[in-house]
T-cell receptor, first 114, second 111 residues
Framework: EAQVTQNPRYLITVTGKKLTVTCSQNMNHEYMSWYRQDPGLGLRQIYY???????DKGDVPEGYKVSRKEKRNFPLILESPSPNQTSLYFC?????????????FGPGTRLTVL | GENVEQHPSTLSVQEGDSAVIKCTYS??????FPWYKQELGKRPQLIIDIRSNVGEKKDQRIAVTLNKTAKHFSLHITETQPEDSAVYFCAAKDSNYQLIWGAGTKLIIKP
């Protein structure tokens, strides 16, 4: 089944404890992206990648890192999480090199930083 | 850079009536405008999109209209049904080929 998967789906952690949220797609998509969703603010892009080894900052990249070593995987790394990073995170992928084709979203990861 | 504003933030309509959600954008060079639907607890999914070379696109009960001169586009849902209840997001492509998203509209269908 064609899909985007994220793990974990739920995570409660404490300030400063490094964490990684994994994202994987099996559709051979060029483009991948990370968003955070907060009430009243919609979807805000954190980082995106148009191809392997190519990553760019989105609108809210502070406090996050990403890597794209393989086409299918695009992990999101929080080196030192803070409470303002409590949010719902979505990974998405798209067939084209830009984000203007249909974006397929993962199921989301709800992160709470205490 | 591109800025997208979406209104209203909440819309409540009677089942069977029509619903209209409006978005405005700032970058006149934008040429791709998708709409995504997010049901409660689910992921966003594309429901319809429009490119700037057309003014209207329909798919059954859903339609999107685009006014390039005024820089706004709208989602129209006719004969609303309970399963239309969701949060709807508009977006516009910016000069870096990234999507800039509206803040979302919560659509409530009253029985």
């Amino acid at each position: 089944e064609a899909q985007v998967t994220q793990n974990p789906r739920y995570l409660i952690t404490v300030t400063g404890k490094k964490l990684t949220v994994t994202c994987s797609q099996n559709m051979n998509h060029e483009y991948m992206s990370w968003y955070r969703q907060d009430p009243g603010l919609g979807l805000r892009q954190i980082y995106y990648s148009m191809n392997v080894e190519v990553t760019d900052k989105g609108d809210v990249p502070e406090g996050y890192k990403v890597s794209r070593k393989e086409k299918r995987n695009f992990p999101l790394i929080l080196e030192s999480p803070s409470p303002n990073q409590t949010s719902l995170y979505f990974c998405a992928s798209s067939p084209g090199v830009a984000g203007t084709d249909t974006q397929y979203f993962g199921p989301g990861t709800r992160l709470t930083v205490l | 850079g591109e800025n997208v504003e979406q209104h209203p933030s909440t819309l409540s309509v009677q089942e069977g009536d029509s619903a209209v959600i409006k978005c405005t954008y700032s970058d006149s060079a934008s040429n791709y405008f998708p709409w995504y639907k997010q049901e409660l607890g689910k992921r966003p999914q594309l429901i319809i999109d429009i490119r700037s070379n057309v003014g209207e696109k329909k798919d059954q009960r859903i339609a999107v209209t685009l006014n390039k001169t005024a820089k706004h586009f709208s989602l129209h849902i006719t004969e609303t049904q309970p399963e239309d209840s969701a949060v709807y997001f508009c977006a516009a492509k910016d000069s870096n080929y990234q999507l800039i998203w509206g803040a979302g509209t919560k659509l409530i269908i009253k029985p």
